[in-house]
């Protein structure tokens, strides 16, 4: 998984992008016409993260799985299915996140991080890239639906709980 082994794909000639995976483009489909990958090994072009992702998680590969079938059988569909895992921490705490790490350096907290109950939003030049969730399961798909729309709400709003995330 974290070090896809690229053995196969490398004597076969295949590029290996700077992430370490089988270079792919947003339709899934390597440099060889008609060859897709999907899973831990795709480097692909994602639309909605404006650049090259690879992750490591079942959900997304399941998900690359659909989309590469799609194009195999002649639909022409991009893979932008926001990536998204999950990880039971305790049978206290939760932790939930959608998006992609890279590509943002500001980070806007709503909730409280002492308390257990937050949510931490990446942003990149005002945009919403990525989210992670501790016990506020409720702003994950507000946080989704920000990544798919690329929006760029007020980072004071964003962090403000009186305001309701479904307006921004």
Not at 46 to 53: E, I, K, N, R, V
């Amino acid at each position: 998984g974290v070090v896809p082994d690229t053995t196969l794909a490398k004597s076969a000639g295949l590029d290996i992008g700077e992430r370490g995976g089988v270079r792919c483009s947003a339709r899934l489909e390597t440099e060889v016409p008609g060859l897709y990958v999907a899973g831990d090994i795709a480097e692909y072009d994602s639309p909605l993260l404006d650049g090259p992702a690879r992750i490591e998680h079942w959900d997304v590969a399941f998900n690359q799985a659909k989309t590469a079938a799609r194009n195999m059988a002649g639909q022409d569909v991009p893979h932008e299915e926001i990536p998204y895992f999950w990880s039971d921490l305790s049978d206290w705490a939760g932790l939930e996140y959608v998006g992609a790490g890279a590509g943002g350096d500001d980070r806007v907290v709503r909730g409280s991080i002492d308390d257990g109950s937050f949510t931490s939003f990446t942003l990149a030049d005002g945009r919403v890239m990525s989210a992670v969730t501790v016990g506020r399961s409720d702003d994950l798909e507000h946080a989704r639906r920000m990544i798919r729309e690329r929006s760029k709400p007020d980072a004071a709003a964003l962090a403000d709980e009186s305001t309701n995330l479904g307006e921004l």
